[in-house]
């Protein structure tokens, strides 16, 4: 009986030690607390953003990366939380914005390409999150 009880308790050991070691299993979502915060990367590519819509938790960050040769563009939030300016001069130049918001869609643009090229995108934060408005 003793030794039973011992191998009881090793296998409940092994078991939560698996279980912390791979982060509790499952997966995060917008609304599980305690999830760590991450970054998504959006390419700048040619003349539009890949990809063009996001969904990230409160907390994440975004990072847009020129991967083309195409210069002089924007990240430009349309409610004026961010403007990242003409720092997309040439490959690998990057910008950075955390959402701390819940339940928000940011919708953004490039300045030099939107209205000829249509270059825009949007942030959706959080489960509640609306979607973009018509025509992103």
């Not at 308790?9 to 078991?15: S, T």
């Not at 070691?21 to 998504?40: L, R």
């Not at 960050?61 to 997309?88: D, L, R």
Request: glycine share 14%; aromatic share 10%.
């Amino acid at each position: 009986m003793f030794q039973a009880q011992r191998w009881s308790r090793w296998a409940a050991a092994a078991g939560l030690l698996s279980l912390l070691a791979c982060g509790g299993g499952g997966g995060s979502s917008p609304s599980e607390p305690g999830s760590m915060p991450k970054t998504v990367t959006v390419q700048i590519v040619d003349f539009a953003f890949n990809p063009k819509d996001v969904t990230i938790n409160p907390g994440d960050t975004v990072q847009w990366v020129q991967a083309s040769m195409t210069p002089t563009h924007t990240v430009t939030a349309e409610n004026g939380m961010f403007n990242s300016g003409m720092i997309f001069t040439k490959p690998g130049a990057t910008f950075s914005q955390t959402f701390n918001g819940n339940g928000i869609t940011v919708q953004y643009h490039c300045n030099t390409h939107w209205h000829t090229n249509g270059m825009q995108g949007a942030v959706s934060v959080g489960d509640g999150a609306p979607k973009p408005g018509p025509g992103y």
